[in-house]
């Protein structure tokens, strides 16, 4: 059974940083890429970043591009997204999925994790 578990959410001040965590198992790093998906209060899904391990294959959104910076320890199993200078607009629910081979903005997860909150907010 595969299972991806996020944390490291909380409130933090604008200009703060956050440290997420995914630890996944029942699944192999190398067959699939991991991304981050926010989803703010009353807005849809938003692709935040993606890694395929397999070829350093790494991207994020413009939104968050220069500010965010996605990881893994493959020896772990665990993603991260380090977050710095947040912003309130990056307040969200955050989510880890994965995708077999590839990430792929707007394309269906084959695997999700419960999500972590996180809110910036003075």
């Known amino acids: 059974e595969v299972q991806l578990v996020e944390s490291g959410g909380g409130l933090v001040q604008p200009g703060g940083s956050l440290r997420l965590s995914c630890e996944a198992s029942?699944?192999?790093?190398?067959?699939?890429?991991l991304s981050w998906v926010r989803q703010a209060p009353g807005k849809g899904l938003e692709w935040v970043s993606g890694i395929y391990s397999y070829n350093d294959n790494i991207g994020y959104a413009d939104s968050v591009k220069g500010r965010f910076t996605i990881s893994t320890d493959n020896a772990k199993n665990t993603l991260y997204l380090q977050m710095d200078s947040l912003k309130p607009e990056d307040t969200a629910v955050y989510f880890c999925?994965?995708?077999?081979?590839?990430?792929?903005?707007?394309?269906?997860?084959?695997?999700w994790g419960q999500g972590t909150q996180v809110t910036v907010s003075s």
């Open positions: 029942g699944l192999i790093f190398d067959d699939y890429a």
């Open positions: 999925g994965a995708q077999f081979g590839s990430w792929r903005p707007g394309d269906a997860y084959d695997y």
